[in-house]
């Protein structure tokens, strides 16, 4: 995938093309992208996309859309691009797209910009069209989710991201770009990653520190020193002990924009976009990039296997147990997203607290050093494809305690 980002003198605005080259293991009729900018909170904040143009090799046709669950007044929540006739699987097929978006005031989203004048910041993920699809599955349509919260699947590939932005701003981004000479009114950032499922962007006068982390390259973006400084220490500790217990960090660098915004952090492969400045939201979004950036999931539909074991490695981390009597709760753990409806509360409840404690409970009833040896099994089985509870059952075959946890959470099938 090539994606290139212009981010406009006002950052308000971003301009993007993306190329795609996609090879289905299965036969396929159309390409189908989800427009994530296009979740009804996310539009009520003044964000949205627009495409503008979308054409694929092998005779694709016009692109048309569906609602999907998407805000009114947008052109939907699904991009659909068909072929005449079905395509083998095997066949490589290229699309290209063109598209705006429209950066709103901000708000606890992937989507958003704050301040005025020179201080001004903006920040944009999950910005382009996001290939909807899983290996041995097919294409993913589930509705889009009525509150914040991650729906997107899609597979890790080989991503080439350009950022162009005004030249008094720096970029923090996916990947590690180097920094480009300063002059003129704009610059270009640019980087690869090996294998991204997407990609987040920051745009603002950061003060930025650049330091190694075991080998890892990480970089801290803030709108202080002092807020910078902060957070270094945060994020070498979520590293480094994560680390010993998954396996080695997943990227050769890690970036880290802390916006001056109010909310939480989303994770992103290689990058993080921090809206908070405490230890509990460090270590829990730098334990994402083990559990979504590298191990995947649907997170429409089975979003526990990363935010449940990410709250997980954040309560390990921070001697931190889940709530007492959580376990006790009724909800399923594994219940798909969209079956909350607005509830937002439930969704953390019961997704975030209770597949943490499920997890824990897990680790308990097994013991802990054969329980952390089964994940590392799963982590290293399931790296850069999208798992399952399925997955998650088969690293745990030998330790039935365990499982028999997870089955009473209904975390597992």
């Not at 610059?187 to 080998?215: L, M, Y």
């Not at 594994?334 to 937002?344: F, K, L, N, Q």
Request: glycine share 10%; proline share 7%.
């Amino acid at each position: 995938m090539t994606l290139r980002f212009t981010v406009g003198a006002g950052l308000g605005t971003v301009r993007g093309s993306e190329h795609i080259e996609f090879t289905p293991d299965l036969p396929i009729t159309e390409l189908v992208f989800r427009l994530t900018a296009n979740t009804a909170p996310t539009v009520a904040a003044g964000n949205k996309i627009v495409i503008e143009k979308a054409s694929a090799d092998h005779g694709g046709g016009a692109a048309h859309y569906d609602r999907d669950g998407a805000a009114p007044g947008t052109q939907g929540g699904l991009l659909r691009i068909p072929f005449p006739a079905r395509i083998p699987a095997g066949t490589t097929v290229a699309a290209d797209i063109t598209f705006t978006v429209t950066l709103g005031n901000e708000s606890f989203d992937r989507f958003g910009r704050v301040g005025t004048g020179a201080q001004r910041y903006a920040w944009f993920a999950s910005a382009q069209p996001l290939l909807a699809w899983e290996r041995g599955f097919g294409w993913h349509t589930e509705p889009m989710l009525q509150f914040a919260a991650e729906s997107a699947t899609s597979e890790a590939m080989q991503t080439d991201l350009t950022v162009v932005a005004p030249a008094a701003d720096t970029v923090i981004m996916s990947g590690d770009p180097a920094d480009p000479p300063a002059g003129g009114s704009i610059r270009t950032w640019h980087s690869t990653v090996a294998a991204a499922r997407d990609v987040s962007v920051a745009v603002g006068p950061f003060v930025v520190s650049d330091s190694t982390v075991n080998g890892v390259k990480l970089r801290v973006g803030a709108p202080s020193a002092g807020v910078r400084d902060q957070l270094v220490p945060l994020f070498r500790l979520a590293m480094i002990e994560h680390g010993k217990r998954f396996g080695p960090f997943p990227f050769p660098s890690l970036s880290v924009a802390r916006v001056p915004a109010q909310g939480g952090g989303i994770e992103y492969p290689s990058s993080i976009l921090m809206l908070d400045g405490s230890q509990l939201v460090a270590v829990h979004e730098t334990a994402h990039q083990w559990f979504y950036a590298m191990v995947g999931d649907s997170q429409a539909t089975h979003a526990w296997l990363d935010e449940a074991f990410a709250s997980y490695a954040e309560q390990l981390v921070d001697d931190d147990p889940p709530p007492a009597g959580i376990l006790n709760q009724p909800g399923n753990v594994d219940a798909p997203t969209a079956s909350y409806g607005s509830h937002v509360g439930l969704y953390y409840g019961v997704t975030y607290y209770k597949g943490s404690a499920a997890l824990q409970a897990a680790r308990a009833a097994a013991g802990p050093a054969k329980f952390d040896a089964a994940i590392r099994c799963y982590v290293n089985a399931n790296a850069w494809r999208i798992a399952n509870p399925s997955d998650l059952e088969a690293a745990l075959r030998g330790l039935p305690a365990a499982i028999s946890v997870l089955r009473k959470a209904h975390a597992l099938p």
